[in-house]
């Protein structure tokens, strides 16, 4: 979301009159991180009950990015102590019509990792249709930025 401050007025304006507003794409960013939290800190560790989410609560980078910390710091914990077991465990998936089904974690987490590229791909998209250059958008651009901090 860094790249958020760095837009004109006049792309704000076609954010706002074509693409979508600060708040959709605050939605989808939201989105992915809710995800993350309901999939790996919720699903995963037995508890059906995910938290809800008001997105209009978040109204600014500085929230959005607390949020983020928070679910990352827990998802980390957990993802540290994943073994080859772990990820064979069935979890117990409940639709919306009340039916149930077993699926592995590991089938979760790749589950999680399409869902997390689909809504980043959205968020790219927007951010091309504006002529801004979106953060790195793959593994290794990620793993190349961190070594040179």
């Known amino acids: 979301m860094e790249f958020l401050p760095k ?4 792309s704000v304006t076609f954010i706002y009159e074509a693409i979508g507003s600060f708040p959709s794409q605050r939605d989808i960013y939201l989105h992915i991180i809710f995800v993350v939290d309901a999939y790996i800190n919720y699903a ?5 009950n995910y938290p809800s989410l008001n997105y209009n609560e978040y109204d600014s980078i500085e929230k959005i990015t607390k949020y983020l910390e928070q679910v990352e ?3 980390n914990a957990y993802l540290s102590k994943v ?5 064979a465990r069935n979890i117990e998936r409940k639709q919306k019509d009340g039916s149930t089904f077993l699926v ?3 089938d979760i987490l ?3 990792f399409q869902e997390e590229t689909h809504h980043r791909g959205e968020l790219i998209a927007l ?7 979106p ?4 593994f290794i651009q990620y793993l190349r930025s961190q070594m040179r901090k």
Do not use: R
């Open 83 to 87: 073994t080859p077991e772990e990820l």
């Open 104 to 106: 592995p974690v590991e």
């Open 110 to 112: 790749l589950d999680f």
């Open 135 to 138: 953060p790195h958008m793959g």
């Open 7 to 10: 837009t004109t007025l006049l």
């Open 73 to 75: 710091s827990k998802t």
């Open 44 to 48: 995963l560790q037995g508890n059906p």
């Open 127 to 133: 951010l091309w249709q504006m002529d801004v250059a």
